[in-house]
């Protein structure tokens, strides 16, 4: 079976894993202790910490281990909420965020906070001019993420932090999906926070990161000891934070070779459907604002749950996002994108990475026209 779901998640690289292995048994001390045992494992920790920090363009001060994507933009949006509700209760995020996103700012709504849902156009792009309206001095938050995780859209997040620097707002981003498939410099981004998790770049589920700008106070958002520089108390994740430096190392290393191999596979996989289904397949998302790994395709009067059913005993890919795909129904990102329902229900999302050969991508086009092609002939 051909693997095409990597926005969902990406298999452990095994070279992850013999980072690993070692923290398994032999290096077992609490990275607390003073004793070599100890100091062992607060040395891995601090590689680590080292490692994605550069990732990034970060200082090692800067990075918070977290258990994932999710407590990272937990910790950001209701932190910056907390910190900052005396000044305003106005935060701004995109229309299609995901839900780790969208759910910690339901919540604050039920808790008084306004939350303004700035549209994107059909290429899966924010307003800016919108975004600059719904500025307010009220406005202490802002939320867009640099990729979207369906689409693969990127954000001009400079272009944001332009307007929210001066007028003093601060800027968030869920970055989950891009790290790993793009250059990211935090300083160029203008950030003064942004989301990482490890699982969507080859390390183990349940680690992931927080990027906070020196100078940016959060309140202390896990009350214990004082680990993660008295923000987060716990016995840290040594495994998994080990894993996560070196999926950071490895990501650095082999980014510029991988993102050009991967581009020039989802483009022969887009060029293969388009060429067999001519005026049947739509491309969702930007034409070249795109992550390099994500093509988001639209059979035309097609379910995409149905084409998903025939391909599952040949290809993996999803109808859109892992964590809040409607089976039933067209996805709420291409709702909000304004893509119409002949090619949205239509939608699959085919997501390429590390492990993907070019075999693989013939093969998966192959399958797809094939399954395409049976639908149509039934309509």
Same mark, same amino acid.
């Given at each position: ?81 907390? /910190?900052? !509700? ?24 039920? &808790? ?9 156009? &059909?290429?899966? *792009? ?64 203008? !950030? ?51 894993? *996560? ?6 990501? /650095?290393?082999? *980014? ?106 013939? &093969? ?16």
């Amino acid at each position: 079976m051909i693997y095409l779901d990597y926005n969902a998640t990406t298999p452990l690289d095994r070279r992850v894993a013999d980072a690993m292995l070692p923290f398994l048994f032999e290096h077992f001390g609490n990275p607390s202790s003073s004793h070599r045992f100890g100091q062992v494992t607060r040395a891995a920790i601090d590689s680590a910490r080292e490692e994605v920090a550069r990732l990034i363009g970060a200082s090692t001060d800067e990075i918070i281990f977290t258990s994932g994507g999710t407590e990272s933009n937990n910790m950001a949006i209701k932190g910056i909420a907390e /910190r900052d !509700v005396q000044k305003g209760r106005h935060i701004v995020i995109s229309a299609f965020e995901h839900p780790a996103i969208t759910e910690p700012c339901a919540y604050l709504e039920k &808790k008084g906070f306004r939350i303004t849902r700035i549209p994107v156009d &059909k290429t899966g *792009m924010i307003d800016l001019e919108a975004l600059e309206k719904a500025l307010t001095s009220e406005t202490i938050l802002v939320s867009v993420m640099l990729a979207n995780n369906e689409v693969g859209t990127l954000q001009p997040l400079e272009a944001i932090s332009a307007l929210t620097r001066p007028r003093g707002i601060t800027l968030h981003s869920d970055a989950a999906q891009a790290i790993g498939k793009m250059p990211v410099d935090i300083q160029a981004l203008g !950030v003064d926070l942004l989301t990482i998790a490890g699982h969507k770049f080859y390390a183990p589920k349940g680690i992931g990161a927080l990027y906070l700008r020196r100078g940016v106070a959060l309140p202390v958002w896990m009350h214990g000891a004082s680990h993660e520089q008295g923000r987060r108390a716990g016995t840290e994740n040594i495994l998994e934070i080990v894993g *996560m430096g070196e999926a950071a190392r490895l990501a /650095r290393i082999e *980014m510029n070779e991988e993102i050009t191999r991967l581009q020039t596979l989802r483009d022969l996989l887009w060029q293969n459907l388009q060429t067999a289904l001519p005026d049947r397949v739509f491309l969702h998302g930007h034409p070249t604002a795109r992550l390099c790994n994500t093509l988001n395709v639209g059979f035309s009067d097609l379910r995409g749950l149905d084409l998903a059913q025939d391909l599952q005993d040949q290809v993996a890919c999803s109808l859109g996002s892992a964590c809040h795909s409607n089976a039933h129904g067209m996805s709420s990102v291409l709702q909000v994108m304004g893509i119409s329902p002949q090619t949205g229900m239509g939608a699959l999302r085919l997501s390429l990475g590390r492990m993907t050969q070019r075999e693989e991508i013939e &093969k998966a086009a192959n399958a797809l026209v094939y399954a395409a092609k049976q639908r149509y002939r039934t309509l």
